[in-house]
């Protein structure tokens, strides 16, 4: 039997876990979770937050209990602090103090640490200060508790992804926000054009948005805090939530000198194997093989990190799996807008000749009651007339996430722009039209940009 | 200058003319269309129905002055009831009697009539006693005229697309509705699992209904209508619709001695040519290349017609288009489910081994409010692993309508089922899952039967 040590309790760790387990019965992996929350949905954080998930408990996918039914030994409340990648053991540290465990393979899922970006007070000022980083369980117990003295007033610092999801959490708890962006425009994963309207939907619900303004410093001022920044930026708040991203965190899988690729991400093959022998890794920690580009990057995203696990759990018990690889897909809600993107944008498109054609079209037949734009962007390649990515902005209720994922599917493809629009997709007046939005856009771009 | 005269005014005519218009400005297609209502929506009668598009102008694509302006020289009111391809002319009759249209490229787009039943009275009675077929304008303008004398009661005959978006267009304006279906199951395109769900929503709305049951007969009676059928089946009501499917209209066609293909349409290849040379055909009067199968088969479809119309209308021109093939994805909604499928079922995968698995999956995270379950049946081949069809029925706000696209793409590129799990697809807890409701699906079938 292999003994098969995972470092992670999140999506990487759990996948390969249950992976293993799933394909081989007789292997019981060690899963080593620092904390007491294994298997829980990060993404779901900000809506705990917000109150619409009031249990906590439920943000779990599965239940402790269940993942031990499942063949999953889990060690919780352990931190994995060395690996020595000879005597193939890592040093464990829990309650009852240090100790080895001995391991076959290891898969190291240690996932991202959150940013913390050179603002002066950030160092000394913490959450019972109001001042908030957030990645983990304990992070959102501590500003939920923060939330609990019904704070007036909160800065958002960060409008990427978990920032405007944040600032919807906190304008539903009744908290007014300041959102702070050193980039010109918010959620820089978009086009400047999209970026546009999820600021209009900010502004629609009374968020004081400020782009192209650096934080600089938060100091305590009057029993509240005051926020700092470029071209004389200043409030006066309760709550300071800084969220501008996060990093691979390496420093487990560096006790064992694996050679670290993009982003300082540990450095994996598509089999997600690293460079020592026995040890694999997946998910926010690594980097990322992607599928268009066919080169590495960093996408820390759960949704890779679940394929990533599973194929290092595969190959741990002996296999040769290699991950399919990523195209950047990505949806977030905020507030009654979703936007969502997949492949890669005009900048990204090295080795192509990459141009973007924007195109409104509805989400179904204008004459059935209830039809609303969608705006979407596709890229293709003008010298090949390979699609190479799309960006959609629509309703939260018009289906963009998974208009994204029939663009998704035909990136994964390798297809044409102009072949979009012989799929057969699917048609009825109050859902769709004859040809779909995202065949619309394709249509578009390919009279623009030749055939 | 190319000559091109079109037949029919529909999805297939108006594509072909339109594309012909964009590829080459100078060709000024003639479109001879049999009534006053070019371009308009067929699928959207069941919607003028139930009032919620009052007004029936807007079900046009696009207005008449929208098809001149684009460069289509339409006459209208006018039936084409001969071609001799030998002249290469089509006899025309407009109220000013016959005349004769030169061609140098004909594309017929005449798609399908109304299948009449084998129904004692059926041709005796008509639209002024309450008897209706459904498929022009003018059937639906007498529809109308017969609904604004608020009848209480309707009997629908046919259970398929049409008879249940008209059964659901009669209960929003408050008839009583007993819908009558010969085979076993209503909405027999999908498998009687979930026409059962369809079946349920139905009772859900207090619609009576008959399934195994064969209407024999039609009389007046009493200054109403009685409907006799099978096993002792009877109703006296007001409204009788007999809406129980389409076949293709060859009638101009068959004038040229074209070849008829499978269920009586016209035969073309891929190009859109039929058997007689410059005589091109597209939409619900041919046959339709199934991309999966391989075969020639039947499938009206108005998102088919515009694909064939373009191809069709292209190759008039001298090109050299292949139409991709169709895969028979479809929507329905009904009253607040979507029920929607893509490429075959178990009985039509000839020269597979078909299996089908059904899951359950939710439309999104459970822990965000709101989350619906989404009943999917993947089928793939078992000796291949080849994805060959799927069918989902969820909530109409469920994305069905998009998720069946997901996998009409992947069926497109004859993906695996286990391939699907490596679609890298968006995720947000509110919208999503990590691994979507159609990869759960596929993950449920490659562990039921073989990666």
Redesign the interface.
Known sequence: MTRVLVIGGS?AGISAGLHIQ?LDPNTRPTLVVADAYPNF?I??IP?HVSG??PDWR??A?RTRADLENAGLDLRLNTRATRIDPFARTVTVVDHDGPSELPYDQLIIGTGAVPIRPRIEGLDTLGPTDGVHLLHTMDDTFALTSTLERQPESAVVVGAGYLGLEMVEALRSRGVAVTLVEMLPEVLSTVDRELGGLVRAELHAHDVDVRTGTTVGRIERHAGRLRVLGSDGFERTTDVVLVVVGVRPDTALAETARVKLGVRGAIAVDRGMRTTVDHIYAAGDSVHTYH?LLGTDTYLP????A??QGRVAGENALGAFRRF??????????VFDL?I?R?GVRDRDAIDFRPVTHATVADDH?????GARPIHLRVTGDAASGRLLGAQLVGH??S?V??????F???I??G?AVT?V????????????S???A?QVAAHAWT?QHGD
Chains 1, 2 share one sequence.
Do not use: F, N, W
């Open positions: 999506d799933e949905s993404c779901g809506y619409e998930v439920t943000l996918h599928r995203l759960g949704t890779t679940h394929k399919a690889g990523s195209l950047g897909t990505q949806v977030l809600k979703a969502a997949t037949k204008a004459y059935y009651p939260r209720d289906s996430h998974k208009r994204i994922d029939v998704a599917t035909a994964h493809h297809m072949d629009e012989d799929l057969d997709l699917s048609y009825t007046p109050p859902l769709g004859p040809y779909d995202v009279q």
